[in-house]
Structures are given as structure tokens and as C-alpha cells.
């Protein structure tokens, strides 16, 4: 088993190109594979500093229908052609940030490989795909000036679009979510109904992000008490990118070790 961080908001590798975006390169025994692609070709150049070969990948996973971790895809599909790249339906469809349009290239949904698929898929032996977080405990308030369109009228994103990756290797489950926009609580809610368990490791962003001195009274007890859930469970977590830095340093004074950084170019393990 390899996990790298190929990008993220923050620098790890100073040779490493940083960006406001997301993805992560496994190996599994059977599979090497991206969960999201990041913003920009910074996924291709990033990897090529690393070693890495995207042209050995057979399958990226993107979490949610937002540019940020799906802008790489047409870089990535220069080199390599041939791996399935999916996404859940509702991931294809427009989604703004108030007026601002930060879906999914629609480039993007003309390539061949791409599978959009409706739901829970179970790929392999591995590799295990699940959506359907209908959960609202601490949702992170970011969401609110998020929107998608539902029958032409612009509405509140639910995030039916967001999926989440588990990958079982020696006997250890990995959760891997882009955002967990909708709540890294209800995210592991829906884990549990599915294995009965909770994860050995989670690598995800938590949406708390805003600058020092930004987040409101409301938004840092949803903060605290998501942290203080997840101190409780034998769970380490790796986070980054949308957590945003006072967010995570608010959280690690609560779960200490169970709590580490992400960073572009850095490897997990």
C-alpha cells in the first residue's frame, strides 16, 4: 500500500506545485488510482517530480461535481486514455458558488472513459464506492452559498453528488472523501450502516475553511464539537485543503495524533 498527496492548498515537497484543489495517488495490490485530480495540470507536473506514472493509472474517482478536483482530468487524459474515471451522475451537473460557476469542465463528459454511475458501486474486492448522506449533524455552514440546478431552477446543493472511496488493503479500511461536504459525522454514519465499523484511516477535507479570525460563534461550535466526535474513535485522520488552517489547528488542539496534515508531494505512507 502507497498514498501520496499529489495536490493540495500547501506545499510539503518545495519541488511540488501547490494549488487550491485535491488528489490523492494510491497503490493497492491490485489498482493505482487517483481519488480527484486537482484544479490544473499541477497533478501531471507534480507527479512527474514524484516518479509517479499516471499513465499506469486504471481508475480516478472523483468525489464531487466541482472544478477544484476534477479541473486535472484533461491534462491527465493526455497521458493516459484508458483508465475509467467515475463520478455519480449528479457530479456532471452545473454547480456555482453563488453566481460563479465552479462545476465540472463539460469537456470533461465527452471523454469515452468517464462512467457516471447512479449511487453505491462495489468495483472489486478493494475498492467500494458510496454516496447517499442523508445525515445533517455539524454540516459544515460553507455549504450554504453553495447551489446546483434542479430542473433549470438554481437550489441549495444537497451534495447527492458527493461519493466516498473505501479502500480495504491488509486487513485496514482507508475512507477517502474529497470535501465531506456533507459532514465528515454523517459521512461515517453511512460508513457504519455499510461495514458495521468505523474506518483505521480517514483522508478528507472537512469545508471549515475561512481565514483567522473569520469563522463565526456557530461555526466554531460545529468545529468543535465535530472534533471532539472524532477524538473518541480509534481513527486517524489526514486532512487538508478545504479544512482550511485555523479550522485545523482548532481541531488538532482537540484530536492531537488522530489529526495530520496534508500536504502537496508528502507521502502517507
Known sequence: MRIVTLVENSCGNENCIAEHGLSIYAETEKHKLLLDIGQTDAVVKNAKILGIDLSAVDTVIIS?????????????????????????RLAAEPHYNGERYIGIDTDILKLPNVRLIDGDMQLDDELFLFSSITGRRCYPQGNRKLFCLKDGIKTEDDFA?????????NGKRWLLSGCAHNGILNILDRYKELFDSYPDYVITGFHMMKREGEHTEEEKAVIIQTAQELSQLDTVFYSGHCTG???????????????????????VI
Do not use: R
Open 64 to 88: 464531487h461535481g466541482h472544478y477544484d478536483h476534477s479541473g486535472g482530468i484533461l491534462p491527465f487524459s493526455k497521458l493516459n486514455h484508458t483508465a475509467q474515471i467515475i463520478m455519480q
Open 245 to 267: 488552517i485555523p479550522a485545523f489547528e482548532l481541531m488538532k488542539e482537540i484530536m492531537g495524533d488522530k489529526l495530520i496534515a496534508l500536504h502537496s508531494g508528502e507521502t
Open 161 to 169: 453528488h458527493e461519493q466516498c472511496l473505501v479502500i480495504t488493503q
